[in-house]
């Protein structure tokens, strides 16, 4: 009898692990229920922070210092939103190495209000001057050191191409641009002195001995200049007369509010007067190797950007020329690029050059881009 089970004796049993079975199912549902209310909360924080970074009431809900929260000091955002950034960032379309270096620049000049920055070109120049001196001035492998300028400045080349802003009448030009006069078929760089009031009074142009010549009144002209952003504008207007400011002879021109706006310059593009010197590239072997003159030719950059520049000689120089341009920066940086002459044009006994850079060692455009955007010291 000891050694009999009967099959009732099973039943039990069964039920157990029915039961067991039943139990696990319900752990299952548990972790899916679990897993969804975790998708849920971190949802929820996201829209939060997206509101939060969009909403200019609460970014400016309590006061902030020094600039409204862009630096040292700032409380009109809490912390440093890299989720702010990277959002940004993507819809410039930086790159992931650009984007890395845009945190770095904005950390390394104790940056908050990650939008604000952004959506400045002033301050975007700032924290950038910050990082080019900051990285310039690391120990390390010069190759090393150069990559990473050649990255500072691309992504902020992309900054600067990604930003909004136009302008709808000439009052609102700044004082200190540079603006192009088109009198006949003479081109003149001139500076805006002044864009208020009912006139707007630039430099006098000069004529090929560098003394000021005179624009009867009346006379029509066209007038072409460049934001900081690279936006280009024409307009015509016309010479209401002449005067005097801080002892500079002047032109007073008429406000326009008919802007053309040209095409996006690619560059930034800086003004300047620096002495080089330039020698004619030759192609030999079926244009394969490309040969040096060795007589130099001397002239003067009047502007410069990465992507070319203007020299004006009195060398007679045609379109098409390949010229290889030398000069120093500063009092130890030598600069040298390869480039193509786009077009000339005559001023007084001069050639002015519009050349078109291409071929520039790292080294030369980084020390042209920190020229460019006025970072080195």
């Known amino acids: 009898m000891g050694g009999i089970i009967s099959y009732g004796q099973l039943y039990p049993l069964q039920f157990d692990i029915s039961a067991f079975s039943n139990t696990k199912n319900t752990g299952n549902k548990d972790a899916i229920v679990f897993g969804i209310g975790i998708i849920i909360v971190v949802a929820v924080l996201i829209i939060v922070n997206i509101i939060r970074s969009r909403s200019p009431t609460l970014r400016g809900a309590l006061p902030s210092k020094a600039g409204g929260g862009a630096g040292k000091g700032s409380v009109g955002q809490r912390h440093f939103s890299s989720f702010t950034l990277h959002r940004l960032a993507s819809n410039i379309g930086l ?3 650009q984007t890395k270096m845009l945190d770095y620049v904005l950390k390394a000049d104790d940056v908050v209000d990650v939008e604000k920055s952004i959506g400045s070109p002033t301050l975007l120049d700032r924290h950038f001057k910050k990082a080019y001196q900051k990285i310039d001035r690391a120990a390390g492998p010069d190759e090393e050191l150069q990559q990473r300028l050649a990255l500072l400045f691309s992504t902020r080349s992309m900054l600067e191409n990604s930003s909004g802003g136009s302008l709808s009448s000439t009052h609102q030009l700044p004082e200190g641009i540079t603006a192009i006069l088109n009198v006949g078929k003479e081109k003149h760089s001139v500076t805006v002195v002044s864009a208020r009031g009912d006139t707007l009074n630039v430099e006098c142009p000069q004529n ?8 009867p009144r009346g006379s029509v002209l066209n007038v072409v200049f460049f934001t900081k952003s690279n936006k280009g504008f024409s307009f015509n207007s016309r010479v209401l007369g002449s005067s005097t400011s801080h002892g500079v002879p002047v032109l007073n021109l008429a406000h326009s509010k008919q802007l053309k706006q040209l ?5 930034r593009r800086r003004q300047a007067v620096i002495a080089c010197n330039f020698s004619f590239v030759y192609a030999e072997s079926g244009g394969k190797k490309l040969v040096v003159d060795k007589r130099r030719q001397m002239g003067n950059i009047t502007d410069i950007s990465a992507g070319g520049c203007s020299v004006k000689t ?3 120089v045609s379109g098409g020329a390949r010229l290889k341009i030398e000069y120093m920066q500063g009092d130890n940086v030598s600069v040298a690029a390869l ?3 786009l077009r000339t044009n ?12 291409l071929k520039v060692p790292r080294r030369s455009m980084n020390a042209i881009n920190a020229f460019v955007y006025e970072y080195a010291e």
């Open 95 to 97: 790159t992931r190495d």
């Open 208 to 215: 090929a001995l560098g003394t000021p010549f005179k624009v």
């Open 263 to 267: 095409s996006h310059r690619r560059f």
């Open 314 to 316: 009195s060398t007679q």
């Open 339 to 341: 480039g193509q002459v």
């Open 346 to 357: 005559r001023t007084g006994i001069s050639t002015i050059m519009h050349i078109k850079f």
